[in-house]
């Protein structure tokens, strides 16, 4: 009896044995690896509560029905809160750094080698892509190396010669000044780079590689897209940027190809603190995620789908000390933070006069105040009064954000809506909070543990041997 025992226990053993084998070695060919800026889990959690009582689903965020859901933690190489360059560098080389880094090793000497530059060296097709300008921290970290963020031109440069099918973003931020303008364009001429700001063209350019950027007249800013909240007119979607790069992908490298989606905006309005801007661009991202979801279908035994973020933006919860929750005052918002301080600070520099009579209509039509938004008595006043010093008299001092300065009199306003709506946010920065992690595919069982944000590329990589 004890000998049957112990033969049945050696096979179970060896089932095991064998099934985690077949987990690790689970061959991958094609990799969409979204990343969604500053999206922590409780900008994820908020929007899964707005999904279901506001928008009325039954069934959750697609991230979220991904059969893996775990977390990671994010510190760099220098400091516990982690900027996006670190992130990055550490979500495609599997390596911390310090913050302001771009694919270099600490000592800010040593490169370090992407997922992405090893999968092209490899014979993959690559697409690196962000709602942000192409050069921003996050898609700079997957073809560049350089000691800081800021440093657009070099990291153009770098860009073209990545020689990766397909780089797209809102913009280039290393062409401002027209020497290194004409450098970078030429660059990416010589790199057999054709450029377009049409997603819809994309296939038809008759380029192996391909620069999707965003319509200088239809984005956000220089740095955005847009937010999904502002209704911009003919706006480049993350959504439709990604199917533009898989379309190109299947073209040039159909049996295996890397995409790495980013959307900046989550973050962005993180950082202004700007609950229902993050909740719609979460959004946003889902339909992009659905691009990819929908190829997995097709390929479910190729296919691998991470959903995570680079880092926490502002500690968003849905809670606050007033213990009020109505999201269902989203939907009165019809203007992000960023479109509402520019605006305020347009009537300065313009020395544009408006009475209070018409800022309250203003405010009524742009965020349902007094009317779906139930501002009181004391409220109004205090709005007033400051609208008096901030907007009449000119008397207000910006409050200084990463990507924006936001007028005192804008930072009153959206305080007291996310107060009404019953969403709080602790800081206008980073966070040291950990980030979630969705997947879904082959080779996804891996991500099931509690990561370090290193473990992700470094899994990813692994599962494509």
Request: net charge negative; proline share 3%.
């Amino acid at each position: 009896i004890n000998h049957l025992l112990m033969k049945i226990r050696y096979i179970i053993l060896s089932a095991i044995t064998l099934i985690a084998s077949l987990s690790v070695s689970a061959k991958v060919h094609y990799v969409f690896y979204f990343i969604g800026d500053g999206m922590g889990m409780g900008h994820v959690n908020t929007t899964q509560y707005y999904n279901r009582m506001v928008l009325g689903n039954d069934t959750p965020l697609l991230m979220m029905q991904f059969p893996v859901a775990s977390q990671a933690q994010t510190y760099s190489a220098s400091a516990p809160i982690t900027d996006s360059a670190a992130a990055g560098t550490a979500l495609s080389t599997g390596s911390k750094t310090r913050n302001y880094t771009i694919g270099l090793a600490p000592d800010t000497i040593t490169p370090l080698i992407s997922i992405a530059r090893k999968l092209k060296d490899d014979g993959w097709g690559v697409a690196v892509l962000s709602s942000c300008a192409a050069d921003d921290a996050t898609p700079a970290a997957f073809y560049a190396h350089q000691v800081d963020r800021n440093m657009f031109y070099e990291i153009n440069l770098d860009a073209a010669a990545s020689g990766y099918d397909f780089i797209g973003g809102a913009s280039l931020r290393g062409v401002r000044k027209p020497e290194q303008a004409k450098e970078v364009y030429s660059a990416l001429k010589k790199a057999g780079y054709a450029i377009t700001h049409n997603p819809d063209s994309v296939t038809l350019m008759g380029s192996d590689r391909v620069m999707l950027l965003a319509d200088p007249d239809k984005r956000g800013n220089d740095n955005s897209i847009g937010y999904t909240v502002d209704s911009l007119q003919g706006a480049m979607t993350v959504a439709q940027m990604t199917q533009a790069a898989l379309n190109h992908l299947m073209k040039q490298s159909p049996d295996q190809f890397f995409m790495m989606v980013e959307d900046g905006e989550i973050d962005h309005a993180s950082h202004a603190n700007d609950a229902g801007a993050a909740i719609k661009d979460i959004l946003s991202f889902q339909d992009a995620i659905k691009v990819a979801y929908d190829f997995y279908k097709q390929h479910p035994d190729e296919t691998l789908i991470i959903v995570t973020a680079d880092h926490d933006t502002g500690g968003m919860a849905l809670g606050s000390r007033t213990n009020r929750i109505n999201l269902n005052l989203i939907d009165s918002q019809r203007i992000s933070k960023d479109k509402f301080s520019d605006y305020c600070r347009s009537l300065i520099r313009n020395n544009e006069s408006m009475s209070w009579d018409e800022m309250k209509k203003f405010l009524s039509d742009k965020l349902g105040f007094w009317t779906t938004v139930p501002i009181t008595e004391n409220e109004t006043k205090d709005l007033q009064v400051l609208f008096d010093k901030a907007i009449v008299a000119r008397e207000s001092q910006d409050q200084r954000t990463l990507y924006n300065n936001f007028n005192q009199f804008a930072v009153k306003v959206f305080d007291l809506f996310n107060s009404h709506v019953g969403t709080s946010f602790i800081s206008g920065n980073h966070t040291a909070n950990p980030v979630p992690v969705f997947a879904i595919g082959a080779g996804a069982d891996n991500f099931k543990k509690a990561l370090n944000n290193i473990e992700i590329p470094l899994l990813i990589y692994d599962l494509t041997r």
